[in-house]
């Protein structure tokens, strides 16, 4: 059973900057609602119990935004709409645990922080800038899941031209909309590419990847790269499918994506 996810948010957000430089992207509003509560309804409605929030003392200010604030709640406490407001946020803190990235090494360094949590063979990992809508994606990845027993990588098929910007994933099979992995390309030139079938935020991965992780060394980039951890778990013997998922995907990571995320999802 999936029931612990890690959502890694100690990125510093470059492409965003300076926006992000105070105020971290996963609290800004989508619809009528942030990003990251949009997240944590996902986990809830698929049936996670523990969620690993990977934060950097930079991005306090998220730890404190689930805080209880007394003085707050006191000056509120005679307007009911307004108390329930805030109080979901009391709801959702009780299945979050805080852990501190000490420096933003990459994904790949994020995920590890969490190596001595996680206690059933699989989890779910999820990054806040896929936002995917109309349909849960970590619920069909989860029954993926338990129908093959692997790690399940959510996927859609992009633009050959847009390939060098995604993880890319090679293929044996494709049965509906389940595909065999067999090959995990990070940004690849177009020539390189194994598919046009792009990583999207969404991960189930057997708990092995975090031998793969501490061994891993710091990439060109001064960060460690999850595709690599993963592409190991490959090799080792891990099967690995992809999830092509329903829903429809937004990009937050960049401020164009952002806008046009918002203007889709309008008062939603
Ligand atoms: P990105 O590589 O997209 O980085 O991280 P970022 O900081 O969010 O944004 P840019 O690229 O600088 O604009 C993918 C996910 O991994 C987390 C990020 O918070 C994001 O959710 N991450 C990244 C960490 O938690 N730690 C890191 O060291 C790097």
Known sequence: MITQAIIPLAGLGTRMLPLTKAFPKELW??????????ILIECNEAGIKEIFLIISKRKNIIKEYFEKDYELEKKISK???????????????????????NSAKGLGDAVNTCRKKIKSDHFLLILPDDIIIDKNCSRELISVHKTHKSSVLATKKIKKEYVSRYGILGFSKKKKDVLDINKLVEKPKISEAPSSYAIIGRYILNKKIFKFLSKAKIGKLGEIQITDAMNDLLLSGERFNGCIFKGKYLDCGTLDGYIKSFKEVGAK
């Not at 307004?82 to 009780?94: D, G, N, P, T």
């Open 29 to 38: 509003p989508l619809g009528k609602i942030s990003i990251l509560e949009r």
């Open 79 to 101: 307007d009911a709409s307004a108390i329930k407001k805030i109080s979901i946020l009391q709801e959702y803190r009780k299945k979050i645990k805080f852990i501190y990235q």
